[in-house]
């Protein structure tokens, strides 16, 4: 049902800023989360980069920042590994064989994209030079939809005791805010803090 609706808004978004109704590009991101207690051990994991216990999202967004795909695992999962499912579920749902991504998830995972999927994976690195914090064209995209994301009070963790149960609550955390960008007409600088205990 999330997913429908997830769809059906985001082609509003897109039509109302005068884009092509399915995106044809993305950006992917991942986000190491702490869980609760209720999280059972099978599916929860170390983030040791991030050190953090819990669980790691994975997002596909298009350029605009929209929710296309999540999928939720253990933290414990490398970027270039967890990443799979999410660019499979994105290539089995959208039309989006351009994905762009930092450098966590070079490596063998480009060359997979492309062989599996016919889909480039587009590493956008930092530059050597770059001296404290630059935001840089396409991952802020997705970083900022985190972002958006973490503000809602029931994602500041993992609470849910099945991933799935997870990747439903942040698709309606993305329907909230696809929902109020169409009322506002624009994406907020920062969206207030919401409260989801809405069951897929």
Do not use: C
């Not at 092509?20 to 991101?29: L, R, V």
């Not at 599916?43 to 929209?66: A, E, Q």
């Amino acid at each position: 049902m999330t997913d429908r609706i997830l769809t059906e808004l985001r082609e509003q978004v897109r039509l109302a800023h005068d884009r092509q109704p399915e995106p044809t590009a993305g950006i992917i991101d991942s986000q190491s989360v702490r869980a609760a207690d209720t999280v059972h051990r099978d599916t929860r994991g170390y983030d040791s980069g991030k050190k953090v216990n819990g669980r790691k999202r994975f997002i596909v967004t298009d350029t605009l920042g929209l929710l296309v795909t999540v999928w939720v695992l253990a933290a414990s999962w490398q970027d270039r590994d967890g990443a799979k499912g999410a660019l499979l579920a994105t290539y089995m749902g959208t039309p989006i064989r351009h994905v762009f991504a930092d450098s966590g998830f070079a490596g063998r995972l480009v060359d997979w994209a492309r062989d599996m999927l016919r889909t480039t994976l587009e590493i956008i690195r930092k530059p050597a030079d770059q001296q404290g914090f630059v935001v840089h064209r396409r991952r802020w995209v997705v970083e900022r939809t985190l972002a958006w994301l973490t503000t809602h009070r029931r994602l500041a963790r993992d609470y849910e005791t099945q991933p799935a149960t997870s990747e439903a609550i942040i698709r309606w955390a993305a329907i909230a805010g696809m929902l109020a960008r169409l009322t506002r007409g624009g994406p907020a600088t920062r969206q207030q803090r919401r409260t989801l205990n809405t069951p897929d």
